[in-house]
């Protein structure tokens, strides 16, 4: 019996991998490139908020030394900083509005109750000892910096978070995100106040 021929790709296989050829050039490796980068961004802010969370019991030890009165704003600042670091989000919660809505109102808090230790210790009259706090200047400096750590991380999340959705909306890639993903639109982190994205300048408030 003669050897069999080589037979070349049936019609039907090749029918069959065309949807598989149409899909890698329609953002199939952008959409997990891109979302990955988008995660790799939050991790960046989520470092950035518990180095800012960190800096907090310095700041209330600066603000104790100074008032005996205002326990309150220390009482405050102390729970809110409890309650920001008590509410994290991992990766798969990042399409979840309510919960990022969480994350940012607790971060939020905090960051008045800071803006609240900061114009305490601004009223140099009644507390002009502060002044002479061997650390206060290397404070307000790590402070100010932290601050702008904080700003400059979800200015490049954002970024991440827009070219992302962007990419999953837009065609051919929406074909790969609908068929082959699933993928569902991230949530950017939004300012609460016009403005509140910028770093605060903390010169002459602490």
């Known amino acids: 019996m003669p050897p069999s021929k080589p ?7 090749i029918f069959a991998l065309l949807p598989v050829l149409a899909l890698a050039g329609c953002g199939v490796n952008a959409i997990p490139t891109q979302q990955e980068a988008a995660k790799a961004r939050w991790a960046d802010v989520q470092a950035a908020f518990q180095e800012r969370a960190n800096l907090i019991p310095n700041l209330a030890a600066v603000a104790k030394g100074a ?9 405050g600042v102390v729970e809110a ?14 399409t979840d509005p309510a ?4 994350f940012q109102d607790a971060q939020n808090q905090l ?26 200047q290397m404070l307000q400096s790590q402070l100010e910096g932290q601050e702008n750590r904080v700003r400059i991380a ?6 991440a978070v827009q070219d992302y959705n962007t990419t999953i909306r837009t065609f051919p890639a929406v074909m ?21 994205e910028a770093a605060p300048s903390l010169e002459g408030k602490l």
């Open 7 to 13: 037979q070349g790709i049936k019609p039907r296989v």
């Open 67 to 75: 008032a005996t009165q205002e326990k309150g704003i220390l009482v």
């Open 81 to 94: 900083r409890a309650k920001a670091t008590s509410i994290t989000l991992n990766a798969g919660d990042l």
């Open 99 to 102: 919960k990022m809505k969480a």
């Open 111 to 136: 960051s008045q109750s800071v803006g609240g230790l900061g114009r305490l210790l601004a009223n140099t009259e009644a507390y002009p000892e502060v002044k002479s706090i061997a650390n206060y």
């Open 154 to 159: 979800i200015r490049d999340y954002n970024g």
């Open 176 to 196: 790969a995100a609908n068929i082959v993903y699933g993928a569902k639109p991230m949530v950017p982190y939004q300012a609460v106040t016009p403005g509140a």
